[in-house]
């Protein structure tokens, strides 16, 4: 049988990952014993906590003023834990990022991370779509771009400049333009917007305002990295921060156009869920990986 906290916690995570299967192995119990012990804690309670129906697990009003209340207790025992070991944060934190942001930034410095903290087992998600931190229990995510929704807290952490790029081979099928005026005729490589689906124009600061141009787009993708190789291999102008095409423009398999006209710097940030008190590993985190871009020349 679990004892109360064990089943506070098990009540926290069944609704943010809105199942019983995904919350039980997050555990490590079996989902007969997740779900008894629910029921066990209503039949105490008084009350029902959850909505069930075969696909959704939704708070009834009563079970959503219990999670937040059991998110800070629980943050607050985290916490008095914490100190009584020294303050040395511990348990799995679930991370976020692009995957060529974090092979550049943080993969370098994660053994220092690790030293500092040894009693944090760090498990990396390398993605650029929208994350429902919540109900798919990420701790913290990293994005670039746009500000998220407004129900989670970011820290801001980098301006990331971002240039225009093509490849020879494109750049002599079609010519090198020289100014914005020069891009009839060309092409982009699309990158398809998570939140819009719809390819995003290519954006040039010219002066002191901001130019969009939609070029035809023979290719189209949603990942980062897919866009960047479609521009190597020759697809057309192509769009990111300049960390991610310094490598190429080294080689020469990628050549900057327009470099007087450059598309407005890119905000990156971290955000975690305001319905949640910051807890000591994912503090730690944050003030780590701000140390990070602090001290990064773009």
Not at 206 to 211: H, L, P
Request: aromatic residues 6%.
């Amino acid at each position: 049988m679990m004892d109360r906290l064990d089943t506070l916690r098990l009540f926290v995570r069944v609704l943010e990952r809105g199942s019983f299967t995904k919350a039980a192995a997050d555990l490590n119990i079996p989902r007969s014993t997740a779900s008894e012990a629910i029921q066990r804690l209503e039949r105490d309670l008084g009350s029902r906590l959850l909505e069930r129906t075969t696909r959704h697990i939704a708070p009834t009003p009563d079970g959503d003023a219990f999670y937040r209340r059991c998110v800070s207790i629980l943050t607050d025992l985290e916490d008095a834990e914490g100190a009584l070991r020294g303050h040395e944060p511990t348990g799995l934190l679930r991370i976020d990022a692009p995957g060529t942001l974090t092979r550049v930034f943080l993969l370098p410095h994660l053994s220092e991370f690790l030293a500092r903290y040894p009693k944090i087992t760090l498990q990396l998600g390398q993605t650029e779509r929208l994350v429902d931190l919540v109900r798919e229990g990420v701790d913290c995510v990293i994005r670039a771009g746009d500000p998220l929704d407004s129900s989670m807290i970011s820290r801001r952490l980098a301006s990331m400049p971002e240039i225009t790029c093509a490849s020879p081979d494109y750049l002599a099928k079609f010519g090198t333009p020289k100014t914005t005026a020069d891009l009839n005729g060309h092409h982009m490589v699309g990158f398809l917007s998570s939140r819009t689906g719809a390819a995003l124009p290519l954006e040039f600061g010219v002066g002191k305002r901001i130019e969009t141009v939609t070029l035809p787009a023979t290719v189209v993708a949603n990942d980062a990295d897919t866009v960047h190789h479609l521009a190597r291999e020759g697809f057309g102008l192509a769009q990111a921060p300049k960390y991610r095409f310094a490598d190429d423009q080294k080689t020469g398999r990628l050549v900057e156009v327009l470099p007087d006209t450059p598309p407005p710097a890119i905000p990156l940030a971290a955000y975690y869920p305001q319905n949640r008190q910051l807890s000591p590993r994912v503090r730690v985190f944050l003030d780590w990986v701000v140390g990070i871009f602090a001290g990064t020349a773009f």
